[in-house]
C-alpha cells in the first residue's frame, strides 16, 4: 500500500459503488473523482480496477474538480431526428390515407381518432397510391408509431349497438298483435 491510499473492504467498495449508481452526470463524476483522490491517491487505472468505473469518466471527473467547471451533456441532441422532420411530405400523405377510414371517439371523451387500416397497410398505401419508393419509407412499426404521435389508434369502427330487448318490448307487441287481430 502506497503512502495516502487507505484499505478498502468489500463492503466499502459495494456501498461506495452504489453511492455512485444512485448518481447522473457531473454528480456521478464529482463523487468518483473525490473517492478516487482520497481513498486512491488520484490513480484512475486504480479506480476503473476497483470499483469498475470507466476511466475517461473519472479523469473527466478530475478534471471538472481541478477547474471547478462542470460539462454539460447535450442528450437532447442525440439519436435520430423524427420520421417527420426528415419527410414532411410523409405525414401530409398518411393523414390523406388515413382521414377518409377514420372516426372521433363516439362518446367524444378523448382526443383519438380510430381508425380501421393497420400500419402496414398504410406502408403499402404510401408505395401504391402515393408513389413512395420502399427504400424512402420507414418501417411500419415506424408508421404506427407515427400514427400514435398524430392521435390515431387502430380499433374497429364502432357501430350503433342495437337496445336489448326488455319486457315492457314483449308485452307491447302482444298489445300490437291483439289489436290487429281484432
Known amino acids: 500500500m502506497k503512502k495516502g491510499e487507505r484499505k478498502l473492504t468489500d463492503l466499502h467498495v459495494r456501498t461506495i459503488k452504489d453511492g455512485a449508481r444512485k448518481l447522473t452526470g457531473g454528480n456521478r463524476r464529482a463523487f468518483q473523482a473525490q473517492v478516487t483522490l482520497e481513498h486512491l491517491d488520484g490513480n484512475v487505472r486504480k479506480a476503473e480496477s476497483v470499483f469498475g468505473w470507466s476511466r475517461k469518466t473519472v479523469e473527466l471527473g478530475l478534471n471538472e474538480l481541478r477547474t471547478g467547471i462542470t460539462c454539460i451533456g447535450n442528450f437532447g441532441l442525440r439519436g435520430r431526428p423524427r420520421v417527420e422532420d426528415e419527410h414532411p411530405q410523409l405525414v ?11 372516426q372521433t371517439d363516439p362518446k367524444f371523451q378523448g382526443r383519438f381518432k380510430y381508425t380501421r387500416i393497420t400500419a402496414k397497410a398504410v406502408r403499402q398505401a404510401l408505395i401504391d397510391e402515393k408513389g413512395w419508393e420502399e427504400e424512402q419509407l420507414p418501417h411500419e412499426n415506424t408508421i404506427g408509431v407515427l400514427l400514435n404521435r398524430l392521435d390515431y389508434r387502430l380499433r374497429r369502427v364502432q357501430k350503433s349497438k342495437p337496445i336489448k330487448r326488455v319486457a315492457e318490448t314483449d308485452a307491447m307487441f302482444e298489445n300490437v298483435h291483439e289489436q290487429n287481430e281484432q
Open 92 to 102: 401530409e400523405d398518411i393523414l390523406s390515407l388515413v382521414e377518409p377510414q377514420s
